[in-house]
């Protein structure tokens, strides 16, 4: 996979992070540090390059469909069409003829003229091209404000230039036949290109462009990245060039009358131009707002870019390498509710989740060991006779069914983000893991949700960590309950998450229980997947990291903060509408914005009831199990 | 939610047999080769017709693995039918039939319905339980049988309708009784308060908006 690919991942979840270029997965899912960061530098690395070297194969302004130029990396297929028509343009009125020419002939070199059969249209197609496509056509029509014509207007956005008047243009016949050569050999066209590149007037034209475009440039291939879902890697220095003035009237222009038609009246002719102006005006103003919204989006994303990567450095020079003394100081606290970065993420997970159990490297692969030999030796047919595990409750048979189950459903693990599946660069990194665990804990065994747990911690660690902290996560008391499938602690964790839900948000709660909606329908596979099915990847990242500060108690006020933030559909909702839209919550919190409001939602849930925290309600309860919920109980 | 009855549906099986696939395709009427592990229950609701009647169907799906019968098993109660299905393509998830049905039997309602689905009828090259061996099972334990494929569609239309059908034969037959909630049947509102109510239950039909 190249860094194109990456930036186009189509799965959309801005997840795989590519760094200078090559493609980073472990420290995945962080949009607010993938996607913004890379895609600014990615386009601005490229302009600087193609505005050097003039015709860099590797980076290279293109006009689309679209008519919007966009930066294609590694895109073996050059034009730089934008950029070498705006020289034409610009110097149109006040350069000598001569210098024209040049421009088209220099500049306007790797201009895309194909095959034009006339002489004269194609000359004015590169014009109506530019105007069309790019910014530059503000030049151009302006230059003629000391004529006097009709305009055409096709669309709000953007018209049509066609020149009726070709006087302007009677200087342009001679170096036409060298467009249309070019149009009609491109490769050679290109190769000219590149011998020309020393030209100093391509250097001057190209620099003065690069510098007047830049910001724009920016902000479209910000956009373009932003639709491919891409991401590469941060270069803070360019990204403060901020700037923007319109550049353009998004290509109103103003026109001559034909010279074979009789010229318009004065009145008239003052009519249109005021008529024009104020078109351009308003078409200004309209851009100005819009650079505006676009220019504060990037500030936002900028400032978000640059707060991760002050907390990436104050998590590892400060307080990973003092971890036992600085972990509960309300510094590193309030710090860790903002998100741990992905950078640093895997090792502070690690930390967190411990090790209570004491795994070692070489006792992974023992156990992958024993599992690769379980796995080779007994083929998955059935042989049940054969029955040595009474006492972990499993039959032979059940844990070879378990091993072939792992197979099964490694290829439904995060399918959309095509890694896990077989033929995938982490398919048999997850089945290692699960495979292992089986043999390290044969009395659990595998259980439905565990690859997405052992998924994500693949993501952001190394396999013998990511084993180490898997096993001591399903370790604990909440993870144990749930996967043992030990049906009555379940339910005091469902009944002890009904007590806070009732404290918390008392009319939906109402609401739930006039429904029937009961809280095992939605949580079971929240807690068992730890939020990393049913929420976009990197807000239960974001999940993750708070549960490994505060514990499980952690995952029962995320569901009550989801439950907070979804409220006001939820309660005009009946039963089924209510079960379907929480087993399946919809895929929207993927903004910072939402995700921000989700947080605060999950931290405006109150963790204590009567003076009771969550450990002692539940611990009441679990004395008292009459009180548990009459969910699922027979 | 101009229904006239209301239906509540269980689909089990072990896992991978396509439960999701085939609720999908009978909500959605798509398939999705890979689809999502489903992990505790997740719903489907659509509205069919049956003898000129608009009945909602609500559908559970649950989970297959043998970990999570104990949960699934509260999911019985109050369910007017159940679709128990097998991968035709692997013959151990048709060996473990006879618990499903236990399971079944023991935690529904007596009069539930029950539909046997031996999916995935279109890899018939990799078949392993020949068609016959399901209709045996099914006239041995009185139930329906249909070979389906959530992936062409083939006959699940027809599974979940036939399912409904039956269900609603033993409503005019009076063997379920419709003012007990936990035979899995609900009168609709339209139903229940007979003609007067016709506006406001096109005006909830409004509110219910999608599947339904």
Known sequence: ?634 | MAYAYLFKYIIIGDTGVGKSCLLLQFTDKRFQPVHDLTIGVEFGARMITIDGKQIKLQIWDTAGQESFRSITRSYYRGAAGALLVYDITRRDTFNHLTTWLEDARQHSNSNMVIMLIGNKSDLESRREVKKEEGEAFAREHGLIFMETSAKTASNVEEAFINTAKEIYEKIQEGVFDINNEANGIKIGPQHAATNSTLSGGQGGQQAGGGCC
């Not at chain 1, 036949?177 to 011998?195: F, L």
């Open chain 1, 1 to 634: 996979m190249d860094a194109e690919d990456t930036r186009r991942n189509p799965d959309g979840k801005g997840f795989l992070t590519a760094e200078n270029g090559s493609v980073f997965i472990p420290h995945a899912p962080d949009p607010l540090h993938g996607v913004c960061v890379s895609s600014t530098s990615g386009s601005v690395t490229g302009s600087v390059t193609s505005t050097v070297c003039g015709e860099d194969e590797q980076n290279s302004l293109e006009s689309q469909d679209s008519g919007i130029p966009t930066l294609e990396l590694s895109s073996p297929e050059v034009t730089t069409e934008p950029r070498s028509i705006e020289p034409l343009v610009q110097k149109h009125r006040d350069a000598p003829a001569t210098l024209k020419l040049e421009a088209v002939d220099e500049g306007g070199a790797s201009s895309q003229v194909r095959g034009g059969a006339s002489v004269y249209r194609d000359s004015v197609s590169v014009c109506s091209t530019s105007s069309l496509s790019t910014d530059f056509s503000a030049t151009l029509s302006l230059g003629n404000d000391d004529v006097t014509g009709d305009f055409v207007v096709t669309s709000d956005s953007s018209a049509v230039v066609d020149f009726h008047d070709f006087s302007d243009f009677s200087h342009f016949p001679q170096a036409t036949p060298t467009n249309t050569a070019h149009g009609d050999h491109p490769q050679q066209h290109h190769n000219e290109a590149v011998a020309r590149k020393e030209s100093p007037i391509v250097n001057f034209f190209n620099r003065k462009l690069f510098r007047k475009d830049s910001p724009r440039q920016i902000q479209r291939v910000l956009k373009e990245n932003e639709k491919a879902g891409g991401s590469a890697s941060p270069k803070q220095s360019v990204r403060k060039h901020l700037e923007f003035e319109p550049l353009s009237t998004t290509a109103l222009i103003l026109e001559h009358r034909p010279a074979n038609l009789p010229a318009k009246p004065a009145e008239e002719a003052q009519k249109h131009k005021q008529q024009y102006e104020e078109m351009v005006a308003q078409a200004k103003k309209r851009e100005m707002k819009e650079a505006q919204k676009r220019r504060r989006q990037l500030e936002e994303r900028v400032r978000l870019e640059e707060s991760i990567g002050n907390a990436a450095h104050t998590w590892s020079q400060e307080i990973l390498p003092n971890w036992n003394s600085m972990r509960s100081s309300k510094r590193v606290r309030d710090l860790w509710w903002q998100g741990i970065p992905p950078s640093v993420r895997g090792r502070v997970w690690s930390l967190a989740i411990g090790n209570e159990l004491n795994i070692t490297h070489e006792l992974y692969d023992i156990c992958l060991a024993r599992a690769k030999e379980k796995w080779s030796a007994s083929p998955p047919s059935i042989s049940a006779t054969e029955n040595d595990a009474g006492d972990a409750g499993l039959s032979h048979a059940d844990r070879e069914a378990s091993l072939e189950l792992i197979k099964l459903d490694i290829s439904r693990t995060f399918p959309s983000l095509c890694i896990f599946q077989q033929g995938g660069p982490y398919h048999d990194v997850l089945h290692s893991i699960l495979g292992a665990y089986t043999c390290y804990r044969p009395d659990v065994g595998y259980v439905q949700g565990m690859s997405f747990i052992a998924a994500v911690l693949i993501l952001n660690m190394n396999t013998a960590d990511a084993f180490i902290a898997f096993a001591n996560l399903l370790n604990k008391p909440c993870q144990m309950a749930f996967y043992r499938v030990d049906h009555s602690l379940m339910l005091t964790y469902f009944a002890a998450f009904e007590v806070f839900f009732e404290e918390n948000l008392p009319k939906l709660f109402a609401h739930f229980k006039s429904n029937s909606l009961t809280p095992d329908i939605y949580l079971i596979d929240w807690i068992f997947t730890l939020y990393s099915k049913s929420l976009p990847l990197d807000v239960a990242c974001r999940v993750w990291d708070v549960f490994c500060r505060d514990g499980e108690e952690f995952l029962f006020r995320t569901a009550l903060g989801i439950l907070r933030f979804y409220g006001d559909v939820l309660t005009h909702m009946d039963f089924i509408h209510m079960a379907q839209f929480l087993t399946r919550l919809p895929e929207q919190i993927s903004t910072h914005t939402q995700s921000h409001t989700l947080f605060s939602c999950i931290g405006s849930i109150n963790m204590s009831c009567r003076n009771r925290t969550w450990t002692q309600v539940l611990q009441a309860l679990q004395k008292d199990p009459e009180h548990s919920s009459p969910v699922l109980k027979h």
